[in-house]
């Protein structure tokens, strides 16, 4: 692998850090201003939708169709100064412009009847007066304020594409610290201004959006592409992507709409499911969205160039080192949060409104999520070999299996576990997905994984059950975590965490895995 895509990861995955870290004191600062009570629940399904929205207009679907076609564009566009690439630039931005600004005008004004949709539990004690009444209220006031990021936050996405196909990673990985900053604010300066601390919270989202779509601009100008936007549905590039687009709106999100069933499932159950799965949520995407989707955005823009410059062999190799990368990372992460997940619940969150209780009720759907997490790493790095050949088609039929079953699994869980069942329903799915994609790229001749890598993430999976055992040897128990004071349970979680980092990379060297394993030779051009 290039020292140019490696470098290129390492700046993605650092910034990620940062935005996961500050996303982390984002959720703690939440955790102690409403806890797990209606008003979080009701914030916490006002955020989820435009954040749904947003995975379709910008971040999953767009981006991987997106991606490959401006690829190709600066691939044959050298000799005529980049012109046409600009123009692709100009037609796409005025075209994604004026669309996302009618759906966002659409959700503002029709607010109620999104909640309706997805919090239909909600609704229902609306129409018969019921206790839910309350919560259905004020979720169409906060989405009213929440839903116009998702204008800002599409647009940004776009600079933040054309900016990563430059090889400028380091702008767009950055940009999400600003939301977690303006909510963190938001919480801490606003909320004591209002009532229902909800509101500051919505406010947060709704300046963080504004922010990060501000922050492109400067690089936009720096690396020559800010461009001023037309429209162009009949453009033949933005064309190609209107039909690589469509199937890929599903097939990208089928994560995102599985969640968002889970959230519908949720409004029918006890006060405080959605807050619980909204935690164990947060600290799955940490390791997701530090090493999962941080190694998929590196790879799309080089999958694509290899695709272009009929590179099979390369194309191959790229994924491998991924596949490499992620279980390297991936394996340990699961182990360890599994072993210590309710010490790091209680450290994060149990303050204030955040009480004992719920510890335990977020552990429960932490382990439930967790056993799909590196299902969830492998679907981002499985499915840009679709998409880098501009194959949409192929997972979307497998994002409906995944989908279909996520549902089946919910309706066979739910009524025995409760929110717990939607957790695990979650993962199973996901496992689904990643091992039907597998099979796709294996039946396609694309991919199949060989035997050095294997071998490789064999030893890797084995090290972290190594590194689980040393930690959960040394962990106190749950009555003797209450039992420390805060700076107590801080001193002993962050010296487990490094004993355990320490025993995985002993396990690891011990069982003959070295740098060289994670390295090749892969062009860049």
């Known amino acids: 692998m290039s020292k140019k895509l490696l470098k290129s990861g390492l700046i993605v995955s650092f910034m990620t850090l940062i935005s996961r870290v500050l996303g982390l004191v984002r959720d703690v600062v939440i955790a102690d201003k409403i806890g797990t009570n209606a008003g979080a629940d009701v914030f916490f399904f006002a955020n989820k939708i435009p954040n749904f929205l947003r995975r379709l207009?910008?971040?999953?679907?767009?981006?991987?169709?997106?991606?490959?076609v401006l690829s190709e564009y600066q691939h044959l566009d050298k000799k005529n100064n980049s012109q046409e690439t600009r123009e692709l630039i100009a037609k796409v931005s005025g075209t994604l412009g004026l669309i996302v600004t009618v759906v966002t005008l659409i959700g503002v004004i029709a607010s109620p009847i999104l909640v309706a949709l997805f919090g239909f539990g909600w609704f229902l004690d609306w129409l018969n007066d019921g206790p839910a009444t309350e919560k259905f209220d004020l979720a169409s006031q906060l989405l009213k304020i929440t839903f116009p990021y998702l204008w800002f936050i599409t647009l940004t996405a776009l600079a933040g594409a054309v900016l990563n196909t430059l090889g400028k990673f380091a702008a767009a990985a950055f940009t999400p610290v600003l939301l977690n900053v303006c909510i963190i604010g938001a919480a801490v300066y606003l909320s004591p201004l209002f009532a229902e601390p909800a509101y500051a919270l919505a406010w947060g989202v709704f300046l963080g959006g504004v922010s990060q779509f501000l922050f492109q601009i400067p690089f936009l100008i720096k690396a020559g592409v800010l461009v001023k936007p037309s429209w162009g549905w009949h453009h033949s590039g933005v064309k190609k992507i209107r039909k690589l687009l469509i199937p890929a709106l599903f097939g990208?999100?089928?994560?995102?709409?599985?969640?968002?069933?889970d959230t519908l499932s949720a409004s029918f159950l006890i006060t405080g499911s959605i807050s619980w799965l909204y935690y164990a949520d947060r600290l799955l995407e940490f390791p997701l969205g530090l090493f999962g989707i941080g190694i998929a955005t590196v790879i799309?823009?080089?999958?694509?160039?290899?695709?272009?410059?009929?590179?099979?062999?390369?194309?191959?190799?790229?994924?491998?080192?991924?596949?490499?990368?992620?279980?390297?990372?991936?394996?340990?992460?699961?182990?360890?949060?599994?072993?210590l997940a309710q010490p790091i619940i209680m450290v994060l969150f149990m303050r204030g409104e955040f009480s004992q209780a719920d510890v335990m009720q977020v552990s429960f759907a932490l382990y439930a999520y967790l056993s799909g997490l590196l299902s969830f790493m492998f679907i981002k790095v499985l499915a840009p070999g679709y998409y880098a050949?501009?194959?949409?088609?192929?997972?979307?039929v497998i994002g409906i299996k995944a989908m279909v079953a996520n549902m089946i699994f919910n309706l066979m869980l739910a009524p025995f576990f409760g929110y717990v069942g939607l957790a695990i329903a979650t993962a199973l799915s996901a496992t689904l997905n990643a091992t039907l994609l597998y099979r796709g790229l294996k039946?396609?001749?694309?991919?199949?994984?060989?035997?050095a890598t294997t071998i490789v993430i064999a030893k890797l999976m084995i090290s972290a059950v190594v590194m689980a055992g040393v930690v959960f040897y040394l962990s106190p128990e749950?009555?003797?975590?209450?039992a420390l004071d805060k700076l107590q349970q801080i001193y002993t979680l962050v010296l487990l965490i490094v004993v355990g980092a320490i025993s995985y990379v002993i396990a690891v060297l011990g069982l003959g895995v070295r740098p060289h394993n994670f390295t090749g030779q892969v062009s860049q051009t």
């Open 57 to 68: 207009f910008a971040e999953g679907a767009f981006a991987q169709a997106f991606v490959p």
């Open 252 to 261: 990208v999100s089928v994560t995102q709409i599985n969640l968002l069933l």
């Open 300 to 339: 799309l823009p080089s999958l694509a160039r290899l695709h272009a410059n009929q590179n099979p062999t390369d194309f191959s190799t790229t994924i491998n080192w991924a596949m490499k990368i992620i279980s390297l990372l991936g394996w340990p992460a699961m182990a360890g949060l599994m072993v």
């Open 389 to 396: 050949r501009q194959d949409t088609k192929t997972p979307v």
């Open 443 to 451: 039946q396609q001749g694309i991919y199949q994984l060989d035997r």
């Open 478 to 482: 749950f009555k003797q975590w209450l």
